[in-house]
């Protein structure tokens, strides 16, 4: 039916479903056209398993500049080879409505067999919803609690906000700040909710102009530094919900000519490496993404290589708090 929309043999539709080089521009984009004017889907994992060609999972990123991306990809890279499989990788705009759903339709378009999503995609549920409409396997990656509608595979974020955050009150700290992620997904609320409880069994009250909300990145660390540093009675501690907002803050507070953590304790989240680039080299929470990655990306190539299906169970793996040099204790 495709081939005779398009004009061209049942082999060249073969070839452009299964992404292979000897096709023209022409003719592809026939075919393309004709999939769309008809709305054919082809079932992705009996087309990998009955070609030659291997499997190919599409990851989407947001933020190309964060230090866990090198991370994520070594790890999804690393199941993929063992599995013969391919991965291609969209990244998108957080800051532009229906990017990330525009660049997901790219991947689908272009025949991947699976996704993998890093948050806060697990959550937007018109990505979601291509998992039924689309007969499309996804995993989550990191959604900071159980999704309940499509399997993933992370740390309980919750109970490792808790555990840094009532080490720094235990080192003497009452006034701390937090900064949270800018989104209202799982995994702020989440990180968030830890750093309350501990908060809250310390007898500590929440205060709103302690928590600063912002996006993973370096440069928002900077923002949430001359934040948190302008206020008429800044924090002694500002716990981030990651690596590169702490470092951001760190390396702000050493050109203000404060002490790290000497007039200031920052603690990160993540452990990616630029917690141990730093000076002092950040406390921060270790979740082994690059485990993750390849622990959600080998759980996806099996299902789909057995064609079997992937039930929306969390796969939790587990963290530590790593202590360095970066908290002060004030009980000395």
């Known amino acids: 039916m495709v081939a005779q929309q398009a004009g061209v043999s049942p082999m060249t539709v073969s070839n452009v479903l299964n992404d292979k080089a000897n096709v023209t521009k022409g003719k592809r984009e026939a075919v393309m056209k004709a999939v769309r004017e008809l709305g054919y ?17 599409g990851l989407l990123h947001r933020d190309m500049d964060s230090s866990l991306l090198g991370q994520l990809l070594l790890g999804t890279l690393r199941a993929a080879n063992l599995n013969g499989a391919e991965i291609a990788i969209r990244s ?3 800051d532009v409505e229906g990017s990330a759903y525009a660049e997901v339709q790219t991947l689908v378009r272009s025949g991947v ?12 549920a018109d990505i979601v919803a291509l998992k039924d409409s689309h007969h499309l396997p996804m995993i989550a990656l990191a959604p900071g609690s159980e999704l309940g509608t499509i399997p993933s595979v992370g740390i309980d974020d919750e109970q490792a906000s808790y555990e840094l955050t009532r080490l720094i009150v235990n080192k003497g700290h009452t006034r701390i ?14 990180r968030e909710a830890g750093y309350l409880r501990a908060l809250k069994e310390a007898g500590l009250k929440r205060e709103p102009e302690l928590i600063w909300a912002g996006r993973p990145t370096y440069e928002q660390g900077l923002l949430a530094a001359e934040y ?25 507070a050493h050109r203000q000519g404060l002490r790290i953590p000497g007039d200031l304790s920052v603690a990160g989240f993540d452990d990616a490496p630029i917690a141990s680039q730093t000076w002092p080299q950040l406390t921060t929470v270790r979740q082994a993404v690059s485990n993750i990655a390849e622990i959600a990306t080998d759980r996806l190539l099996k299902a789909l290589k057995s ?3 992937l039930l929306p169970e969390t796969q939790w793996v587990a963290h530590q708090v790593i202590e360095r040099q970066s908290i002060a204790d004030l009980r000395r």
């Open 228 to 252: 948190f540093l302008g206020l008429a009675h800044p924090p002694t501690a500002i716990f981030c919900s990651s690596d590169d907002i702490a470092a951001a803050i760190v390396n702000y």
């Open 177 to 190: 700040g937090f900064v949270r992620f800018v989104s209202s997904n799982g995994l702020s609320q989440t």
């Open 92 to 94: 998108y705009d957080p």
């Open 113 to 124: 067999d699976g996704l993998i999503l890093p948050p806060p995609l697990s959550e937007d």
């Open 307 to 309: 064609r079997s299906e």
């Open 41 to 57: 889907q082809p079932n992705r994992a009996a087309r990998a398993l009955a070609s030659a060609t291997s499997l190919r999972i």
